[in-house]
């Protein structure tokens, strides 16, 4: 099959820069009442699925925390499908929205409300191990970066998973494996290191 | 099937020209200096969890959401400054509109603070200037909002680094692989070509890119000056075969 060239020139990225709170999770940024900050609530009474936490810390390579974060999270609902586009005119909010964002705070550290995901399909036609992309700004990240939680007790869907084999030096993919707490929620703990010998693997997607 | 697939929603995307994009690590912008990681990126195509993506079609916004000179207002005075119009076309590398997409923007005020608690710049703040606002584009991927000129500002980088007057964008697209952080400048602004962050853009048709022009034709008689921003993102593969792959 052919593939047609692209006619434009993607817009060059550019930092988020020191004040991405102000722009992006006013609220955090104490600038309130204009508007809720986007994507701070993904669960809804109705969700179904396995109630989670996700939390970590971003750190960069002299091991001080990035308290100037931005994290987005994005993933699927229980059964392993993505929330779709709302029907034209809706009001009404999917029971589960896939996407949430939060701010790093003062020691980098960010939180996430979610559900535990349901496995997609990978390129390859099998399934993928369950899964949350993820997608990180700040000042000095020059181009947002992408990366992957997957689940310390999936160890056997990891060990099969299409995107953590594609990681050709193994002991870099526990970077992206969230150890499990228990408690009443379950929290899922996952650093993000920017540089350094625990770098996080960062893809191009 | 429907025969609309929105943009990046079905189909791969193109691969990211990262020699377009600045590269991790920029020595003239030291804050990359212990943030940029070392290793590069591990390029793959696009699985289903990016080519998906979150959309905000069902959120109804407030009508002051795209007003920044009134929608921090204390008491309903309005902010201080060079009033004007950004407004712009959300397109894809096909030049094909992205509708219904969320375009976020935040700034400093007219005389180039933040209203931030860790900003030190000794510039006033304006009381009914927040700095922040979003828009959801139209049908044919337009966003606007009003807004007050932003000031040039100093920073704390080389010895005495100016930011050219500039306006901060988020924008989402269609699938989670489209998310494009980037900044706007405006055109004839000398600062532009002087600043460390612009710089890390290697190309000088790709700085070109992010330089809004100003629209005399749009400018609001008597009220605000109109500066025109098109933001391009990254564009889906099979575009030509879009109807046939999902239709047959
Ligand atoms: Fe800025």
Redesign the pocket.
């Known amino acids: 099959m052919l593939h047609p060239t692209p006619i434009l020139k993607e817009t060059p990225s550019q930092t988020a820069?020191p004040?991405v709170h102000i722009g992006m999770t006013p609220n955090f940024a104490e600038l309130r009442g204009v508007y809720d900050d986007p994507g701070a609530t993904m669960l809804s009474e109705d969700t179904k699925g396995e109630r989670i936490a996700i939390v970590g810390r971003v750190i960069d390579g002299a091991g001080a925390p990035v308290a100037d974060a931005v994290i987005e999270i994005w993933q699927a609902d229980a059964q392993g499908s993505f929330a779709g586009p709302a029907a034209r005119h809706s009001n009404s909010a999917p029971s589960f929205t896939g996407w949430g964002r939060q701010a790093a705070d003062g020691d980098g550290v960010f939180s996430f409300q979610t559900i535990k995901p349901g496995a997609v399909e990978g390129p390859d036609g099998r399934p993928q191990a369950p899964h949350v992309s993820l997608w990180i700004v700040a000042r000095g990240i020059n181009i947002g970066l992408q990366t992957r939680l997957y689940f310390a007790d999936e160890a056997a869907a990891n060990e099969g998973d299409y995107v953590l084999n594609k990681i050709m030096d193994k002991r870099r993919r526990q970077t992206l494996i969230a150890r499990r707490e228990e408690g009443p929620v379950p929290r899922y703990v996952l650093d993000i290191h920017l540089q350094g010998e625990k770098e996080t693997v960062f893809f191009d997607f | 099937m429907s025969a609309i697939i929105l943009p990046g929603a079905d189909g791969s995307l193109y691969q990211r020209d990262m020699a377009w994009h600045p590269p991790a690590h920029t020595p003239g912008y030291k804050s990359t200096t212990f943030r940029a990681p070392r290793h590069s990126m591990l390029s793959l195509g696009p699985t289903k969890s990016e080519l998906s993506g979150p959309t905000f079609g069902h959120e109804t916004l407030g009508a002051l959401d795209n007003d920044l000179i009134r929608n921090f207002s204390q008491d309903g005075t309005e902010a201080i400054g060079q009033r004007l119009v950004v407004y712009g076309q959300v397109l894809d590398e096909n030049a094909r509109a992205v509708p219904n997409t969320l375009v976020e923007f935040w700034?400093?005020n007219a005389g180039g603070r933040?209203r931030h608690k860790k900003e030190g710049y000794l510039a006033a703040l304006d009381p009914n200037f927040g700095g922040f606002g979003r828009a959801i584009t139209d049908e044919n991927g337009f966003y606007s909002f009003r807004t007050v000129k932003p000031g040039a500002?100093p920073w704390p980088n080389g010895g005495n680094d100016w930011?050219p007057a500039?306006i901060?964008f988020s924008v989402f697209g269609h699938a989670f692989a489209q998310r494009l952080i980037t900044?706007m400048y405006f055109e004839g602004d000398p600062m532009i070509w002087q600043c460390p962050i612009v710089g890390t853009v290697p190309d000088k048709a790709g700085i070109e890119q992010l330089i809004a022009r100003l629209d005399r034709h749009n400018t609001t008689p008597m009220d605000a000056l109109a500066y025109r921003f098109d933001i391009v993102l990254r564009g889906r593969r099979s575009t030509m075969f879009e109807n046939r792959l999902e239709g047959n």
Do not use: L, N, S
Request: net charge positive; aromatic share 30%; no cysteine.
């Open positions: 820069g004040y | 700034q400093a933040y500002y930011r500039h901060h900044q």
